[in-house]
């Protein structure tokens, strides 16, 4: 069975950085998979913030963590990262690692887009 199993998260005060990873366990070719970070605050709907694709690995963001937060993959180690820098209080939320085997396209920042998914890390970022 495919499990995502996320860490790293923590509290940080603004202007901070931190590290998530995402390890993935029960798959044999996780570089054939889009991937993704996707995260929900209380009372928000989950949001997909950053996701990479399979082949050239390029990568799409949403406009408001451009620039502050990077994607990254290790193939070889069947992990996902995010890190994330210049953290705003906006940013608290939970933070959940997502997984689909082959391509998705524009359809990358929502959550029916991935079959597999982590039990999330909490994020607090105080001001």
């Known amino acids: 069975q495919v499990q995502p199993v996320e860490s790293g998260g923590g509290s940080v005060q603004a202007g901070g950085s931190l590290k998530l990873s995402c390890a993935v366990s029960?798959?044999?070719?996780?570089?054939?998979?889009?991937m993704a970070w996707l995260r929900q605050a209380p009372g928000n709907e989950r949001e997909g913030i950053a996701a990479?694709?399979?082949?050239?690995?390029?990568?799409e963001y949403a406009d408001s963590v451009k620039g502050r937060l990077t994607i990254s993959r290790d193939n070889a180690e069947d992990t996902l990262y995010l890190q994330m820098n210049s953290l705003k209080p906006e940013d608290s939320a939970m933070y959940y690692c997502?997984?689909?085997?082959?391509?998705?396209?524009?359809?990358?920042?929502?959550?029916?887009?991935?079959?597999?998914w982590g039990q999330g890390t909490q994020v607090t970022v105080s001001s």
């Open positions: 997502a997984a689909t085997p082959g391509w998705i396209g524009g359809g990358w920042s929502r959550m029916s887009s991935y079959n597999y």
């Open positions: 029960g798959y044999t070719s996780l570089e054939t998979c889009a």
């Open positions: 990479i694709f399979t082949g050239g690995g390029n990568t």
